[in-house]
């Protein structure tokens, strides 16, 4: 069945860059998401790439997607106390377009 | 405010009651989806409809059922409550593959 996997926790210092890492099952997959969830609140739509690109980049963020490994990556540069949350990654499964989520992962920005 | 709102924010109620969850989708978004998130499951799909007809199930339980009326709000409702039915559960709404809309959640706490 579909599955996809992310490591739990990443710490980083206030100024570097993060990168979260994805990996996912379902070689169908036409869209790939990231969400990101503060404390108490619900899923927020950062970006999304379409399988057919390896990259994509808005503001601080940039996508990178390796189809043949199946690995997804969410990079955030200069990262900021304010980018404390959870970070979901998501793929559409099926003609239904249902979402796979990952487990997760808290990033947690020393200032 | 993302457009999808849910009520109520927080549920307390005991176990054997049922209760009824309210989502309202985004302006011309016709397909909702139900997650529930739980600390030990995570974000587990339950069901969608699109335009009033059930598209997809995934786990939900037999004591769950849920419905899109004609104005295209859907109601969760979840009978027979178990203490291990205490979670968020989020209602999400599309209008095409450019990812979900997630409302803020409706907490509910089972004693």
């Known amino acids: 069945g579909e599955d996809v996997e992310q490591s739990l926790f990443l710490s980083v210092r206030e100024g570097d860059s993060s990168v979260i890492n994805c990996t996912y099952t379902d070689s169908s997959s036409t869209y790939l998401y990231w969400y990101k969830q503060e404390p108490g609140a619900g899923l927020q739509l950062l970006t999304y790439?379409?399988?057919?690109?390896d990259m994509k980049q808005d503001q601080r963020l940039t996508v990178l997607l390796n189809k043949k490994d199946k690995h997804l990556s969410l990079r955030i540069a200069d990262t900021q106390t304010g980018d404390s949350a959870i970070y979901f990654c998501?793929?559409?499964?099926?003609?239904?377009?249902?979402?796979?989520f990952g487990t997760g992962t808290l990033l947690a920005v020393q200032p | 405010d993302s457009g999808v709102t849910q009520t109520p924010k927080h549920l307390i109620t005991a176990t054997g009651q049922r209760v009824t969850l309210r989502c309202s989708p985004r302006?011309?978004?016709?397909?909702v989806y139900w997650y529930q998130q739980s600390l030990d499951q995570g974000l587990q799909f339950l069901i969608q409809y699109y335009n009033g007809e059930e598209r997809a199930k995934g786990n939900i339980l037999e004591r769950f059922s849920a419905q899109q009326f004609p104005d295209l709000h859907s109601e969760l409702n979840l009978s027979s409550l178990e203490l291990g039915d205490s979670a968020l559960y989020f209602c999400a709404s599309s209008a095409a593959n450019y990812g979900y809309t997630f409302g803020s959640g409706t907490r509910l706490t089972v004693v």
């Open positions: 790439i379409f399988s057919n690109m």
């Open positions: 302006s011309g978004d016709l397909s």
């Open positions: 998501a793929t559409n499964y099926g003609a239904t377009n249902k979402l796979i």
